[in-house]
């Protein structure tokens, strides 16, 4: 149902929303079922969903996301009340995602709990209590009390050999910088468990939609008050939507909404996705995720 390429010519729409994406959508159902207002959804991709959009992988069946793993992770009630009100078509199931990273030749947690370190260094910590005083051992705080950048923000909350092991070659991958040409706040977020919980994520609240993302979003967008367009650039047909859209709300990137008027692009970095298929080998590696942030490998 979302296959239009043409934006109907002779309708106005209350609100013009670019981006078929989380915000977008949410937007246009909001104004929709709440406002009984009218949506015009693009965007410049072909299908719905954004980032999150998510397909079978024709050989071998299984439900790919085409950018990457997106999992849902909140503590909030209502927002976990509101993408559960399609729970009968489209219904989310429990998912706690756990992460372990190829370190001096073992796989340990990440994020680091006490069985990270308890691994690396050959400790014997058991408790909060031990793993807390043995933080506060290893931390070197920042020169009066303000960290200049990030890596003098990590090694303030995980100590050096912890942040050279962990953190400091993985930063350079994920930037293309050094930490120490970072800001503070890139690794002020950097968490540290004292327990020995193993998950990525410490939400109530950690789903997959059953059904991938992509059917998710078709429900999200199935009213008869929004109207979807599809492989559309929203610059090449802004001047005929003049007049009629009440209001516009642009959820793509902001640089490019700002390039007409000479303002440079920001800085992103991606992640170069590479898919191999193995048929008949049993599990490829322990857990879905397994980082590798030492030097060797790229």
Known sequence: PFQKKTIPSDKKYDVCIVGAGLSGAVIAERYASILD???????????IGGNCYDFREPHSGIMMNLYGAHLFHTSLDR?????????????????????????KNKLLPIPVNINTVNGL?????????????????????CEGGECKNAEE????????????????????????????????????????????????FADKYQLLPSKGYTAWFAQVLKHRNIDVVLGIDYFDVVKSLEGRCGKTIFTGPI????????????????INFEADII????????????????????
């Open 255 to 270: 640089d490019g909404y700002f390039a007409n008027s000479g303002l440079g692009k920001l800085e992103y970095r991606s």
């Open 121 to 141: 260094f050959d400790s014997h910590i058991q408790t909060s209590a031990e793993m807390d005083e043995w933080l506060k051992s290893v931390q070197i705080p």
């Open 279 to 298: 048929q008949n080998k049993g599990f490829f590696q322990t857990h879905s995720v397994v980082n590798y942030p030492g030097p060797e490998v790229d």
């Open 37 to 47: 207002k009218t949506s015009l959804v693009m965007d410049l991709r072909t299908h």
């Open 79 to 103: 927002v976990y009340k509101y993408i559960t009100k399609w729970q009968d078509s489209t219904p989310w199931k429990r998912y706690d995602h756990t992460v372990v990273g190829w370190l």
């Open 153 to 200: 923000m990590a090694v303030s909350r995980v100590g050096k050999d912890l942040f050279d092991t962990v953190f400091k070659t993985y930063t350079k991958k994920q930037w293309d910088k050094e930490p120490k040409e970072l800001d503070a706040l890139v690794t002020a977020r950097i968490p540290v468990r004292n327990d020995f919980d193993p998950r990525y």
